[in-house]
């Protein structure tokens, strides 16, 4: 399999891109994935990276620096890509992306249940972290 481009995704790739989401079971209810694409997407300290296969999108990740730490989040890889180390290339591309903003760490957040992306991400030296994740949906408080 040759080599999918990696470049960043352009705002008419919104729809392709939450289908990709869809399809690697990356969306919840309670995210909205077009505003999650729009909002990297108009970010000057985010973006979404795509993998092109010619025309169709072969993977994604989105990545973003808040000025303290680099953070991975959607890493999407379709269904009949997968097993041909699209994964690896698209965290590296994350990872380029990170280093070229001068983030000095990287971070990202597994279900705990997800089995294959913790083993995915074990593989590449990803380690995990003795840290509690807390949080609170800002739309909903006061």
């Excluded at 960043?8 to 869809?22: H, S, Y």
């Excluded at 760490?105 to 590449?124: P, S």
Aim: hydrophobic share 50%; aromatic share 8%.
């Amino acid at each position: 399999m040759h080599r999918p481009l990696i470049e960043a995704a352009a705002a008419d790739d919104g729809e392709g891109v939450v289908e990709l989401w869809n399809a690697c079971g990356l969306t919840r209810p309670w995210n909205d994935p077009q505003a999650d694409f729009a909002l990297a997407l108009g970010g000057a300290s985010s973006a979404v990276l795509v993998a092109r296969d010619g025309k169709s999108l072969a993977g994604s990740v989105m990545v973003g620096f808040d000025g303290h730490r680099g953070w991975v989040y959607y890493l999407a890889v379709a269904p009949d890509s997968r097993r041909a180390g699209l994964g690896r290339a698209l965290m590296a591309a994350a990872e380029d992306w990170l280093r070229a903003r001068g983030a000095p760490k990287l971070q990202l957040m597994v279900r705990e249940d997800n089995d294959a992306a913790l083993g995915f991400y074990a593989a590449l030296g990803l380690e995990r972290q003795k840290v509690v994740t807390l949080g609170r949906f800002l739309k909903d408080s006061a």
